[in-house]
């Protein structure tokens, strides 16, 4: 079973940055051959892909945030993080980390990013 702990949300103001980090745990074979992402959840919308950086393949973004966030893991501390500049309103919801080990999927519990204008 693999936890997943995100910290680092906030209260920033448009144009602001802030820094989200998950923390991996549990029964996990290899840190380094496991996906590891970030999804968000907006208000009035459904929980949405952000970035991911994969194990082999690179790092991928959604279109929405690709220029101004930046995913980076740290395997050695089984730790990834979402850097996030230049924040918008639309930015503000409850961002999740994600894995896929051996076929399941897991979710971190959340952290609350809001952006006022």
């Known amino acids: 079973q693999v936890q997943l702990v995100e910290s680092g949300g906030g209260l920033v103001q448009a144009g602001g940055s802030l820094r989200l980090t998950c923390v991996v745990s549990?029964?996990?074979?290899?840190?380094?051959?496991?996906?590891l992402g970030w999804h968000r959840q907006t208000p009035g919308k459904q929980r949405e892909f952000v970035a991911l950086?994969?194990?082999?393949?690179?790092?991928t973004y959604s279109g929405a945030v690709k220029g101004r966030f930046t995913i980076t893991r740290d395997n050695a501390k089984s730790t990834v993080y979402l850097d996030m500049k230049n924040l918008k309103p639309e930015d503000t919801g409850v961002y999740y980390c994600?894995?896929?080990?051996?076929?399941?999927?897991?979710w971190g519990q959340g952290t609350q990013v809001t952006v006022s204008s």
């Open positions: 549990g029964t996990i074979e290899s840190i380094s051959s496991i996906p």
């Open positions: 950086a994969s194990a082999v393949d690179g790092n």
């Open positions: 994600v894995t896929n080990e051996r076929g399941v999927t897991s």
